[in-house]
């Protein structure tokens, strides 16, 4: 019996002791390519334009932006201000409630200049992908695949990398930052 005891505290000694620290976490990385190809995995090219009609000059200009000014919602939507382009392109987005797959870009004066279709099928599941899409054609102008929160690629629609999104830091192919980004608070006036 001494035996067995003495063999089963030397076999367990040899074994390999883990601990959290110790623990190897697997996860899916993507490459500039491979992101490109589930980006572009089934996407439509061209949005309907029973999607783009009814919202093409936003009829709540005023209120949404005074909601923004004050940092409030409104009802049955979510609006938030945006600037991009080093400040020279500058609007709001509106999300409503019962399509929260769409998100329309406006120009500050209300008129509808882009639209994303977001394909997220469930909150915090990643990847997933957006589509831009043009108020005036309908046609996808770029697409971004978000690998994490804090994670992004975007690319033209010709497929070109426009950017790789670390959080709020893009970057070329090459690795260099190209640009920042920043969700604003308020709108300004025309």
Do not use: C
Request: hydrophobic content about 35%; proline content about 4%; glycine content about 6%.
């Amino acid at each position: 019996m001494k035996r067995f005891i003495l063999f089963l505290l030397l076999l367990f000694s040899t074994l390999p002791a883990f601990s959290s620290e110790t623990m190897l976490q697997g996860g899916v990385v993507y490459t500039v390519e491979s992101a490109r190809k589930l980006a572009f995995e089934g996407l439509d090219l061209i949005l309907d334009k029973k999607e783009i009609m009814p919202y093409l000059r936003d009829e709540n200009n005023d209120e949404n932006r005074k909601a923004i000014k004050e940092n409030i919602q409104p009802e049955n939507r979510y609006v938030m201000g945006f600037e991009t382009a080093k400040g020279l392109v500058k609007g709001y987005v509106v999300v409503y409630d019962d399509r929260p797959q769409y998100a329309y870009y406006y120009s500050t004066s209300g008129y509808l200049v882009a639209i994303d279709v977001d394909n997220k099928q469930q909150e915090g599941k990643y990847p997933y992908k957006i589509g831009k899409y043009s108020a005036v054609s309908g046609k996808l102008v770029s697409i971004a695949l978000y690998i994490s929160e804090d994670e992004q690629y975007a690319y033209t629609k010709d497929g070109k990398l426009k950017a790789h999104w670390i959080g709020d830091t893009a970057y070329n192919e090459k690795g260099k930052p190209i640009a920042t980004r920043k969700v604003l608070d308020e709108i300004p006036s025309d």
